[in-house]
């Protein structure tokens, strides 16, 4: 069958049917078709687009918030990249002996071979001997190559041996 006979065998049906019927069921039944039509598009458009609309007005605020800030960081970041980077502090023992006397560290020894440092430590703090690395790494950009730490019987005191190396240096 084509679709032509499938909607006129359908169109006769439904006028057999409704043909049968007497005046208060065609009214009933088509109030009920005109309820299920309203229904049916409330629920398909009109909600939908209602909730997304109050979805869209809850979130509004935090987008707005963003934005601003993402501005700022934008505006931030324009600012640091026209400033130029401080310069790299160069590796000296005189630089490492005087960051070992800023956090209260005396070393055993301090030796310098070429782009390393290695420096030995007898009976230091632990807590100072990290806020010393710290402070190398940040203001001379000192890593650690190699770390022999030896802990002590008093408590937070220890033997250490670092082997330093500034970044940057290929």
């Known amino acids: 069958m084509n679709l032509t006979g499938l909607l006129n065998q359908s169109r006769q049906s439904f006028s057999e049917f409704w043909a049968v019927r007497d005046a208060r069921e065609r009214a009933m039944l088509a109030v009920a078709a005109l309820v299920v039509t309203v229904g049916l598009a409330y629920a398909l458009l009109i909600?939908?687009?209602l909730s997304g609309r109050d979805q869209l007005n809850k979130n509004l605020p935090v987008l707005r918030q963003q934005v601003a800030q993402m501005q700022a960081l934008s505006k931030e970041a324009?600012?640091?990249s026209g400033k130029s980077a401080s310069p790299l502090i160069a590796m000296s023992k005189e630089n490492i002996e005087a960051a070992l006397a800023r956090n209260g560290l005396k070393p055993?020894?301090?030796?310098?071979?070429?782009?390393f440092a290695k420096v030995q430590l007898a009976a230091v703090s632990f807590?100072?001997?990290l806020?010393?690395?710290?402070?190398?790494q940040k203001t001379a950009l000192l890593s650690v190559v190699d770390a022999n730490i030896?802990?002590?019987?008093?408590p937070d005191?220890?033997?250490?041996?670092?082997?330093?190396r500034q970044q940057g240096k290929d």
Do not use: C, E, R, Y
């Open 47 to 49: 909600d939908p687009a």
């Open 78 to 80: 324009a600012a640091l």
């Open 108 to 115: 055993q020894s301090v030796m310098l071979t070429g782009d």
């Open 127 to 129: 807590a100072g001997t």
């Open 131 to 136: 806020n010393w690395l710290d402070d190398m």
């Open 150 to 154: 030896v802990v002590l019987a008093q």
């Open 157 to 164: 005191m220890v033997n250490a041996t670092f082997t330093l």
